[in-house]
């Protein structure tokens, strides 16, 4: 079966100091990811995806980056960390998407990021 | 892009009544449509899914209508229970690059009163 990792599940970081989430998925191979974050309180936003090693899209302008080294490992970083930036941050997988079919997506448990 | 709207933002209903939240999205290209629950500090888990060639889905007390046409849809849940207490987001997938991330609503806090 496949399972979705994520760590740390809690950081408190300065301001001004860098980041760096990990995302791991087991059991599958060429998986979609994707980070998500997730302000207090609900809502939550698409930062970045990616359909394969090295290949990174961005949805909104940020200060934060993301990065895909091996095949089931998904990276988002930061070099200098706002006030802005705090909050709840889920990576996810699906199924590399077939047919014109959108695959469910499955979600890490979360890494929770307070900027101080 | 995509733009998912969702209402209300928080749901009160007695036990054992039925509970329907509502999302309109912006784009007729999207086709998937999903919808996750999220208990407090937890991951969001899939609950029912439809795509767009399908009008209604059911899973036991839940189920899901799609309308393409007026460009919304909406989750029921007959007979809640205690348990169902917990914010609910629908999400709506439009095709592209060969990923699908998905545009979420901004959530529905259902409180099932006992």
């Known amino acids: 079966s496949q399972t979705i990792h994520q760590w740390p599940a809690t950081l408190v970081q300065p301001v001004g100091s860098p980041l760096s989430l990990e995302c791991t998925v087991e059991?599958?191979?060429?998986?979609?990811l994707y980070w998500y974050r997730q302000a207090a309180g609900r809502g939550l936003q698409l930062l970045f995806y990616?359909?394969?090693?090295?290949?990174i899209s961005s949805e909104v302008p940020q200060n934060l980056s993301a990065s895909r080294p091996q095949d089931r490992q998904f990276i988002l970083s930061s070099k200098k960390l706002l006030l802005s930036d705090s909050g709840f941050y889920l990576c996810?997988?699906?199924?590399?998407?077939?047919?014109?079919?959108?695959?469910?997506?499955?979600f890490g448990p979360g890494t929770r990021l307070t900027v101080l | 892009g995509e733009n998912v709207e969702q209402h209300p933002s928080t749901l009160s209903v007695q036990e054992g009544d039925s509970a329907v939240i509502k999302c309109t999205y912006s784009d007729s290209a999207s086709n998937y449509f999903p919808w996750y629950k999220q208990e407090l500090g937890k991951r969001p888990q899939l609950i029912i899914d439809i795509r767009s060639n399908v009008g209604e889905k059911k899973d036991q007390r839940i189920a899901v209508t799609l309308n393409k046409t007026a460009k919304h849809f909406s989750l029921h849940i007959t007979e809640t229970q205690p348990e169902d207490s917990a914010v609910y987001f629908c999400?709506?997938?439009?095709?592209?690059?060969?990923?699908?991330?998905?545009?979420f609503g901004k959530g529905t806090h259902l409180i099932i009163q006992p």
């Open positions: 059991g599958t191979s060429n998986p979609n």
């Open positions: 990616s359909v394969g090693i090295g290949q």
């Open positions: 999400a709506a997938s439009s095709p592209g690059g060969g990923a699908d991330g998905l545009t």
């Open positions: 996810a997988w699906s199924y590399y998407r077939t047919s014109g079919r959108a695959n469910e997506q499955f």
